[in-house]
C-alpha cells in the first residue's frame, strides 16, 4: 500500500504488479503459443521455442528471448494450487514496446540495462537484475530494456522496465 494523496490519511494499493502495463502511452504487443509444460506466469521472459519459432516457452539461458510476459486476464489459467499463468497451448502475450512492472532480484537503479539471470548456462530463469552486475552466460542482457526506476532487491512493488523491441514485429491489419 502506498499513500493516496486523493484522500486524506488515505492508502490505495500498488498500481504495479508483475508484467502489467504501467503507463497509458503506445506499447506493442505480441504473443506465442506455450509450448513448453511449464506455466508461464506474468513477469517472465518468453523464449522462441527452437523446435518450433512460431512458438514460445518458459526461457532457459540458451533460447532466444523474445520478451516478457504480460498479465492477461483473458488468457490465464490457474492450476489446482491456484497458481496463474499461461499453460501449456495457451498464448502468452508479450511486451515489445511500452512499460512494465518487474520485480528485480538485486538492487537496480534507473537507466540500468535490464538483465535476465538463469540458474547455469542451461538452467532455468532466476530472477531479474540489471547491467550493473555484469553481463555472462547466465545473465543475458534484455536488449532494448532497461530500468526506470530505482528499486530494492524483492521489494514489495516491482519496478518498471521500458522496451524498445529490437526484433521483427508482425503487424495484422483488416
Known sequence: MKPDINTVGGLMPSTRYEGQLTRLSEEI?????????TTVS????VGRDPSNPRCGRLA????????????DPVTYHADSSGNVGFAQYRSIPFLRFGYCGLTPIEQVHAGEGLVAIFSSETGAFTGWGSTAGGISSTRRLMNGHKWETDTAAEASEPGEVSAISTGTVNYVTY
Open 60 to 71: 532457459i539461458s540458451t533460447d532466444e528471448i523474445v520478451g516478457i510476459s504480460l498479465r
Open 42 to 45: 506474468p513477469g517472465q521472459p
Open 29 to 37: 504487443t505480441d504473443s506465442v503459443v506455450n509450448s513448453g509444460a
